[in-house]
């Protein structure tokens, strides 16, 4: 597998409590990043005319291959299904940052397929090649924050990475996000109500090959050194000009 990829795509029926693997190699000659390869997995996945809390709607998480590897911003993770939110329903994306991408990767994973029903209340915990179905029945009707909190006690594990829904998930409110920590996207919570699934929840320690990791450090300096000289001019413009300092436009 090419540098920058885990190798992976993990594939979840939430009906069967079945899990399987197959490569990325499949994809990522001709499919740019984790939006691109999400975007053909959802044609590939889905079934025309399939409604949003359908158990077929799958749910596809995805990283690109800059995620993981140590370079400034490559931390973010897409979200893909079809979007309840939307009239009619249509494709829906949720792009996030945060530390939930890079755990897949290093858990072995540049895409997560979920799909079907589980008959209860469902956490997924993916702990490297171990994937396990977890009872959320506790969490069930808990906001985002006591969710995250109860698993990683239940875990003793404090550097999880989660991605959960809250109440309004649950109860299949067309506008429900999918949070993960202080984050959260566009409307897709409610299609994990319908399914049942509380969260997904990952660990990963393999790590990620990259080629030249030298060369990671070298584009890093010299993105802090643009951030550095972009401040010191938006000072010196506020100085002049009597305008009080915004860091950001």
């Known amino acids: 597998m090419a540098y920058g990829y885990a190798g992976n795509i993990l594939r979840i029926d939430l ?4 899990v399987a693997k ?3 190699s499949e994809y990522a000659r001709s499919f740019l990043g984790g939006r691109g390869i999400n975007a053909k997995l959802m044609f590939d996945e889905s079934k025309a005319g399939v409604s949003a809390f359908d158990p077929d709607n799958p749910v596809i998480i995805g990283a690109g291959p800059l995620v993981g590897t140590g370079i400034i911003g490559g931390v973010r993770h897409e979200i ?3 979007s309840p939110e939307q009239v009619p329903e249509g494709f829906g994306n949720v792009g996030s940052g945060g530390s939930f991408g890079p755990e897949m990767k290093y858990a072995g994973y540049d895409h997560i397929v979920i799909k ?7 956490y997924i915990y993916i702990e490297n090649d171990d994937v ?3 009872d959320a029945s506790g969490l069930w009707g808990r906001g985002i924050f006591e969710t995250n ?3 990683r006690e239940e875990l003793g594990d404090p550097e999880v990475a989660i991605l959960a829904i809250g109440q309004a998930g649950e109860n299949l409110i067309r506008i429900a996000t999918i949070e993960h920590e202080y984050r959260s996207g566009t409307a897709l ?7 049942n699934l509380k969260a997904v929840v990952v660990r990963g320690t393999k790590g990620l090959k990259v080629y030249d990791a030298d060369k990671i450090l070298e584009i890093n300096k010299q993105i802090l050194g643009r951030i550095k000289e972009g401040l010191k001019e938006r000072i010196e413009w506020s100085k002049k000009n009597g305008k009080p300092f915004m860091p950001y436009p």
């Open 15 to 18: 009906t069967e409590g079945k």
């Open 22 to 24: 197959t490569a990325t």
């Open 116 to 122: 079907g029903k589980a008959k209860k209340p469902t």
């Open 149 to 151: 909190k109860l698993i």
């Open 132 to 134: 396990l179905f977890k």
């Open 189 to 195: 919570g409610a299609v994990w109500g319908a399914k």
């Open 80 to 82: 893909t299904t079809r």
